[in-house]
């Protein structure tokens, strides 16, 4: 979700990185030009939504290195499509050494595409039932360092709790703050 925003932007060569993105070159262009940034498109959002889901207990950077093999996999991140993935498919997506092959995840990804489809519905947009949450403005956080950062918030819980409810899957509180960050 793209509550959390950077500070302001700076030339590359002076930006103010945050520790966890190191030096390589993939994750220094995620944070440098995604994370944080508030983002009102449904499809990048649901994106977000499906890659968080894979990252769960893995690091984002493996993701970041897979992220065109799930856009491949996963029809270019429509939804529509995803919703009506057949078993056959999800059998083939099982064999694909280029995502992660977890099962769970996998079948989230199918069942979260029909939930995420239920919000634009119901809302207008999935941005609008997210942004929401938070008056349409991006939470501006100041942790102290990085041990202060939480792993979920009081509102990630509340959002996951609703999420659930509209019937997504493999979303807890610790996958919903990671949204809401990126």
Not at 78 to 85: C, G
Not at 115 to 129: N, T
Not at 139 to 158: G, H, Q
């Amino acid at each position: 979700m793209p509550f959390l925003t950077p500070a302001q932007p700076a030339p590359m060569d002076q930006i103010s990185r945050c520790p966890w993105c190191g030096t390589d070159p993939l994750y220094i262009a995620y944070h440098d030009q995604e994370w944080g940034v508030p983002c009102h498109d449904d499809k990048k959002l649901f994106e977000f939504l499906i890659l968080e889901t894979f990252q769960a207990g893995l690091s984002w950077l493996t993701i970041l290195r897979k992220r065109e093999n799930f856009r491949l996999a996963f029809a270019g991140f429509e939804p529509a499509q995803i919703a009506r993935f057949s078993e056959q498919k999800l059998d083939l997506l099982m064999e694909n050494k280029g995502i992660i092959r977890n099962k769970r995840k996998i079948i989230s990804a199918v069942t979260n595409a029909k939930a995420f489809l239920r919000c634009q519905d119901e809302f207008g947009s999935f941005s609008a039932y997210l942004w929401q949450w938070v008056d349409n403005k991006p939470i501006v956080n100041s942790w102290e360092s990085m041990r202060a950062i939480p792993a979920k918030t009081e509102l990630a819980e509340t959002i996951a709790k609703d999420m659930k409810k509209r019937g997504f899957a493999f979303m807890g509180p610790t996958i919903v703050y990671s949204h809401m960050q990126a």
